[in-house]
């Protein structure tokens, strides 16, 4: 199987080992990056009634939860062989599951609560260990992602996953800032707290977020194209949770009501478009019949 992802395990399992993240520059070949900035950007279309994987809106953010199962480069990525080496070694396990990836868009005002990835379904920390890794595909210098270094040698003693700002301030000189070009994937343990900063106006962050646990730890549920998978690849198959049942749902959960107000406006005037048209194509018929 090839690989993607430029890495370099040693110096990334050290890193983890001691602050809880590391951070790695260009850690993709340019046209391969292009391509997946090119599938980001077109995130922001709403597609009713359309027998596809669909985009999805949350407040001021976009999601493809499912960008697994639409395009092959994302597909390439979160089961890289390099990547699944390093996080099998780190998390010193044989067994490893990826329990959740998708690309999104963070739009101006939002940020992100501070929080550690090890919420059980129920709420609660479970036990099992991980990595989660954010790969930006735009330049990231403001509404960046954030960390609490060494927060995974100790957050244990607390039993928390979400924690205020005023939690943080207290430890506020080991918050570490992850600005970065385009082609930065920052991996973090997931028991490191972390956050982002608040996006600014008019920048709109593109993301890919990926998370891999030992296995045992559950999945959220999600859908994966055949095409790309070889059968014949049982440490892939299980990587992917095939026949695992899923412990959570697929993130994030998303209503009517959590459409942004413009979006719902677009919707409704189009809607009414169409009504109007169909009314008047009728009308013209029962002209012409008369």
């Not at 993709?28 to 669909?54: G, R």
């Not at 343990?189 to 920048?203: G, L, M, P, R």
């Amino acid at each position: 199987m090839n690989t993607y992802l430029k890495i370099n395990s040693t110096k990334i399992i050290n890193d983890l080992q001691q602050s809880g993240f590391s951070i790695i520059n260009n850690c993709l070949d340019i046209d391969f990056l292009k391509q997946l900035t090119l599938e980001a950007n077109e995130l922001n279309s709403l597609n009713l009634n359309n027998n596809d994987v669909p985009t999805v809106f949350y407040a001021s953010q976009t999601y493809l939860t499912h960008a697994i199962a639409k395009s092959e480069n994302f597909y390439k990525i979160v089961t890289d062989l390099n990547l699944r080496k390093l996080a099998s070694s780190y998390l010193r396990v044989n067994k490893i599951i990826l329990k959740c990836s998708r690309m999104y868009t963070s739009k101006s005002g939002h940020r992100l609560r501070w929080h550690n990835d090890m919420k059980a379904p129920l709420g609660p920390m479970h036990n099992y260990p991980g990595i989660t890794g954010i790969l930006y595909l735009n330049d990231t210098f403001n509404g960046e992602l954030m960390g609490v270094s060494g927060s995974h040698r100790w957050i244990n003693e607390s039993g928390q996953t979400e924690f205020s700002d005023e939690e943080i301030a207290i430890v506020k000189d080991k918050v570490v800032s992850f600005k970065g070009k385009a082609g930065t994937l920052i991996l973090m343990d997931t028991k490191t707290i972390h956050s982002t900063a608040q996006t600014e106006e008019k920048f709109h962050r593109k993301t890919i977020f990926f998370q891999i646990d030992a296995f045992g730890s559950g999945k959220e549920r999600f859908v994966v194209n055949p095409d790309w998978i070889d059968p014949s690849d049982t440490e892939l198959l299980e990587y992917l949770g095939f026949g695992v049942l899923h412990r959570y749902e697929s993130m994030p959960s998303t209503k009517h009501d959590n459409l942004p107000a413009s979006i719902l406006l677009n919707l409704i005037t189009s809607s009414l478009g169409i009504i109007i048209d169909k009314t008047l194509i009728r009308l013209r018929k029962i002209l012409q019949l008369r």
